[in-house]
């Protein structure tokens, strides 16, 4: 076997692991150093669903273990035994295990023959150490994506740390620039369901949208949500909301999580466009998103919210990228603005992109259901929203020849 049969897991192959679905999991550890890794595993957003025990004695303690209790969906073992320690081991443990039970192994004998003995006998992987938290994870969630064919969708959850500072017109205009500039499928999901501006945004009046899907759980499949979509474009799609007060919008914490599992199935990148709240619901899609984008103004109650925001999401998420910040509105006229650098210090995070001011653009575009990219000829400020999206798809960033328009004003906001 070779590592490059597990490699290490970069930030942006995170996406790519499926959560693991309800099942139990026991791990029979000889080091600590493995049962501390996979009890950080355990509590990563993809295992939610799983039960994890850990337990320390290796193979020996499994086969004692289960001589007179039923096993687990997995069984995880580690060993430092001889190859022929361990086939006897597996032998002995394979007379109490139940039908359906896989078998992770994890050692240190990097063997390509050791590995093909491992799963001629039955076991479901073979892992060497050492291996990351997110390495476990991905061996895990593959024991049961194997028959699920294509890639899963990313999710780019995007909210304003306080009202008004733009959050929906971003998600928008980043929705646009990935389905356009990337040439990639993608659905606007407005989470805002009494107020909502998603149809208005693009000038759609769609009558369902996605109220149909979230009162109607029991009839939610992939076909209900093809017909709830509203095409934008070719490749940009919109989940609206109903945008009236006409009901209580009281939702449970997963109310939404059988819908972007559809989404995740069968788009390449959704947008989830999170109105500025606080709730089980709201928390949870922004922590279990694959990309956090926070949206905020160069004001104290921004810096203060962000700060607090980013040092939530970066503890509930410890296993993926650090939240995005973008500062909207950047050089307004007679405003008193935070600096730039300021600002970044005090949250602990650097701007991902400063989108400036320019008020006749953005309500001439709010006005007639356009996007930046669509009136902005110059392609100056639209250039900002493609750069945005390349980096929270993981492209590479186009490299421009000129001067960036925002240097200058960058270097007077930093002086």
């Not at 490699?7 to 029979?28: D, G, K, M, T, V």
């Not at 969708?153 to 205009?173: D, E, M, Q």
């Not at 000129?402 to 004003?409: A, M, Y």
């Amino acid at each position: 076997m070779t590592d490059s049969m597990h490699p290490h897991l970069e930030n942006a192959q995170y996406a790519q692991i499926a959560p693991a679905p309800r099942i139990s999991l026991q791990a029979f550890c000889e080091t600590h150093e493995l049962a501390q890794l996979i009890g950080e595993a355990a509590i990563d957003r993809r295992m939610e669903k799983a039960h994890v025990k850990v337990n320390m004695g290796g193979a020996q303690a499994a086969i004692e273990a289960y001589r007179t209790s039923p096993t687990p969906n997995v069984i995880v073992i580690e060993t430092s035994a001889s190859r022929a320690e361990l086939i006897e081991q597996l032998d002995n443990l394979a007379e109490f295990c139940d039908a359906g039970t896989k078998v992770i192994v994890i050692g240190k004998m990097n063997d390509i023959t050791l590995y093909r003995e491992l799963i001629a006998r039955g076991v479901s992987d073979y892992l060497v150490k050492p291996f990351g938290v997110m390495d476990f994870v991905a061996a895990l969630s593959a024991q049961y994506q194997q028959d699920s064919s294509g890639s899963l969708g990313r999710v780019i959850a995007v909210t304003g740390v306080k009202g008004g500072v733009g959050a929906s017109c971003l998600a928008h205009n980043l929705a646009w620039a990935i389905s356009r500039d990337l040439d990639a499928s993608t659905v606007i999901v407005d989470l805002d369901l009494p107020f909502g501006t998603a149809g208005l945004d693009f000038n759609q009046d769609p009558p369902q949208g996605i109220a149909e899907a979230v009162f109607a759980p029991d009839r939610l499949d992939s076909n209900l949500v093809d017909r709830l979509l509203s095409k934008c474009s070719d490749r940009l799609s919109i989940l609206a909301a109903p945008a009236t007060v006409e009901r209580c919008y009281d939702f449970q914490e997963t109310a939404f999580d059988a819908l972007l599992e559809i989404l995740r199935a069968t788009t390449p990148y959704i947008v989830l466009d999170v109105p500025h709240m606080w709730t089980a619901w709201s928390r949870r899609m922004m922590v279990s998103a694959d990309e956090a984008v926070l949206v905020a103004a160069p004001d104290l109650a921004s810096l203060r919210n962000t700060k607090s925001l980013i040092d939530t999401l970066r503890a509930a998420r410890k296993n993926d990228p650090s939240p995005r910040l973008v500062l909207n509105g950047v050089g307004m006229p007679k405003r008193p603005e935070i600096a730039v650098a300021d600002f970044s210090k005090a949250v602990e995070a650097e701007p991902l992109a400063l989108v400036p001011f320019e008020a006749k653009m953005f309500g001439a575009a709010s006005n007639n259901g356009q996007m930046i990219a669509e009136l902005d000829e110059g392609e100056k400020t639209a250039a900002v929203f493609s750069d945005i999206a390349r980096a929270v798809t993981g492209r590479a960033p186009i490299k421009r020849e000129r001067k960036g328009f925002l240097e200058p004003l960058l270097a007077a906001l930093k002086g």
